[in-house]
């Protein structure tokens, strides 16, 4: 089977720097993905990451290390609105869809 | 701007009846999902479908079938709703390039169950 782990919550003020870190175990892994919800609405896609390495969008880049099965999203120069529901989800080439995490919910304070 | 649409946004309904929670997407994806996700929660999948005719059940069972005629059209349907059936409903569909599977969010739908 497949399982991830991230943190339940986060807090953090506004300006500052977040990580959120997530640990999985798939087999056939083949790329992990990060989704951000806001309270009331729908996921939306954040990033993708197939190899080791940090992407950057923005203010938002995510890393990877495939042989430590691990990746985590980091969040610069926060702003209230980022305060939000962050799912990464693991996709595998054998189920062809996507196993998301539980879900970190980050708060960000004035 | 993902185009997948949700119907109804909301529904309030009594006990015993049956509901059908539309899904379409206008984007041509062949794989569809619906989740399941309780206010500040998890998200659960209980239905996917790689494309028409094609339709499996998800991680977490579910009394709700789903069935797939369309590539666009992805219905999900509950034969008599409980009180336990009250969450939020959302449908996605999903594609791949290089490897990499995005899935694109409905707005989703707020069932009450009474």
């Known amino acids: 089977g497949q399982s991830l782990e991230q943190p339940s919550e986060v807090t953090a003020v506004e300006g500052a720097i977040v990580q959120i870190n997530c640990t999985y175990q798939t087999s056939g892994f083949y790329g992990l993905s990060w989704y951000q919800q806001h309270d009331g609405g729908a996921p939306t896609f954040l990033s993708y990451n197939a190899l080791d390495g940090l992407e950057e969008t923005g203010r938002f880049s995510s890393f990877l290390s495939r042989s430590d099965s691990y990746g985590y999203l980091l969040l610069q120069e926060l702003q209230m609105k980022d305060s939000a529901s962050y799912f990464c989800?693991?996709?595998?080439?054998?189920?062809?869809?996507?196993?998301f995490g539980d879900g970190t919910t980050l708060t960000v304070k004035p | 701007e993902a185009d997948i649409y949700q119907t109804p946004r909301y529904l309030v309904i009594g006990t015993g009846k049956k509901i059908t929670l539309e899904c379409s997407q206008t984007m041509g994806h062949d794989k569809m999902y619906w989740y399941q996700q309780d206010p500040g929660m998890e998200l659960h999948l209980i239905h996917y479908?790689?494309?028409?005719?094609?339709?499996e059940k998800g991680d977490l069972s579910s009394e709700s079938t789903v069935s797939r005629i369309r590539t666009e059209h992805f219905p999900l349907t509950l034969e008599s709703a409980r009180p336990s059936h009250t969450s939020q409903y959302l449908c996605?569909?999903?594609?791949?390039?290089?490897?990499?599977?995005?899935?694109?969010f409905g707005p989703g739908t707020r069932l009450l169950v009474l």
């Open positions: 989800a693991v996709s595998n080439t054998n189920a062809g869809k996507s196993t």
């Open positions: 996605a569909s999903s594609e791949s390039r290089r490897g990499q599977e995005t899935q694109y």
């Open positions: 479908s790689y494309g028409v005719n094609s339709t």
